[in-house]
């Protein structure tokens, strides 16, 4: 029996590994990108302008806080967020993501929604090197060519930052998510103070004497491993 054609909506802001995550989700037959949110520019070169593109919200909480039933009407919520048990990149304690909105975050995280969480330690293992954008910049593909354009930048500001030739490729590896194994626990957002954005994944290992903040909260998935190599072979492809 073939398998149903997974419908999505990608909600993202305009970067560059953003922007390889959406020509892959376009050109994936097993999903059907039926609206994007927030975003700007790059939809023209993937000729899809037939997309639905919706403006995000200006207000920071959102459709979880609107509509008490919104997760059970989602099959499943890809948060590509979190440092889990690592660095952050906007702080030592905060990937981006969650930085930007920490409070929104707890709020996905113990909604009680089926939400994956895709941290730094997963999507720092998925490089795109110089060689793979050699190949893009020889290749007669129209996605190619403008990536291997775009991917300048990227190169950039990744040599910069962190004194590397390759590029993280984060949104790709979100959107790849059958590649992805995870664990299943409780995770909160600091939305405060030094640490504000880091992420707390409690594996439920230990029962603790004293309640805490994540007990009696709703269970998540938080990313193990990646298959990296297959998630490269097929943004390439
Ligand atoms: C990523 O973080 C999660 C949550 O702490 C952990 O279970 C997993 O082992 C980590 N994976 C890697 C590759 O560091």
Do not use: C
């Amino acid at each position: 029996m073939a398998e149903e054609i997974k419908k999505i909506i990608i909600d993202t802001d305009p970067g560059i590994d953003d922007a390889i995550a959406i020509f892959v989700a376009l050109q994936s037959p097993e999903i059907e990108v039926i609206g994007l949110t927030t975003i700007f520019g790059n939809l023209e070169v993937a000729g899809r302008t037939d997309t639905p593109v919706a403006e995000g919200s200006y207000v920071t909480i959102t459709a979880i806080q609107l509509d008490p039933e919104f997760f059970k009407n989602v099959g499943q919520i890809v948060v590509l967020g979190g440092a889990f048990a690592v660095n952050g990149n906007v702080s030592p304690a905060a990937e981006a993501n969650i930085f930007k909105d920490p409070t929104a975050a707890d709020i996905v995280f113990t909604s009680g929604a089926d939400v994956l969480a895709v941290g730094l330690n997963i999507t720092h293992q998925v490089v795109l090197t110089d060689s793979h954008r050699g190949e893009l910049a020889k290749s007669n593909g129209k996605f190619a060519k403008y990536l291997s354009k775009i991917l300048d930048v990227y190169f950039d500001y990744h040599h910069t930052a962190y004194n590397t030739r390759g590029v993280f490729l984060h949104d790709p590896t979100a959107l790849l998510a059958s590649l992805i194994t995870y664990s299943e626990g409780v995770v909160r957002v600091q939305t405060v103070g030094i640490t504000k954005g880091l992420t707390i994944f409690y594996n439920k290992q230990k029962r603790f004497v004293e309640v805490t903040e994540w007990s009696e909260k709703p269970s998540v998935k938080v990313a193990v491993t990646v298959d990296a190599p297959k998630v490269i072979e097929l943004v390439m492809a």
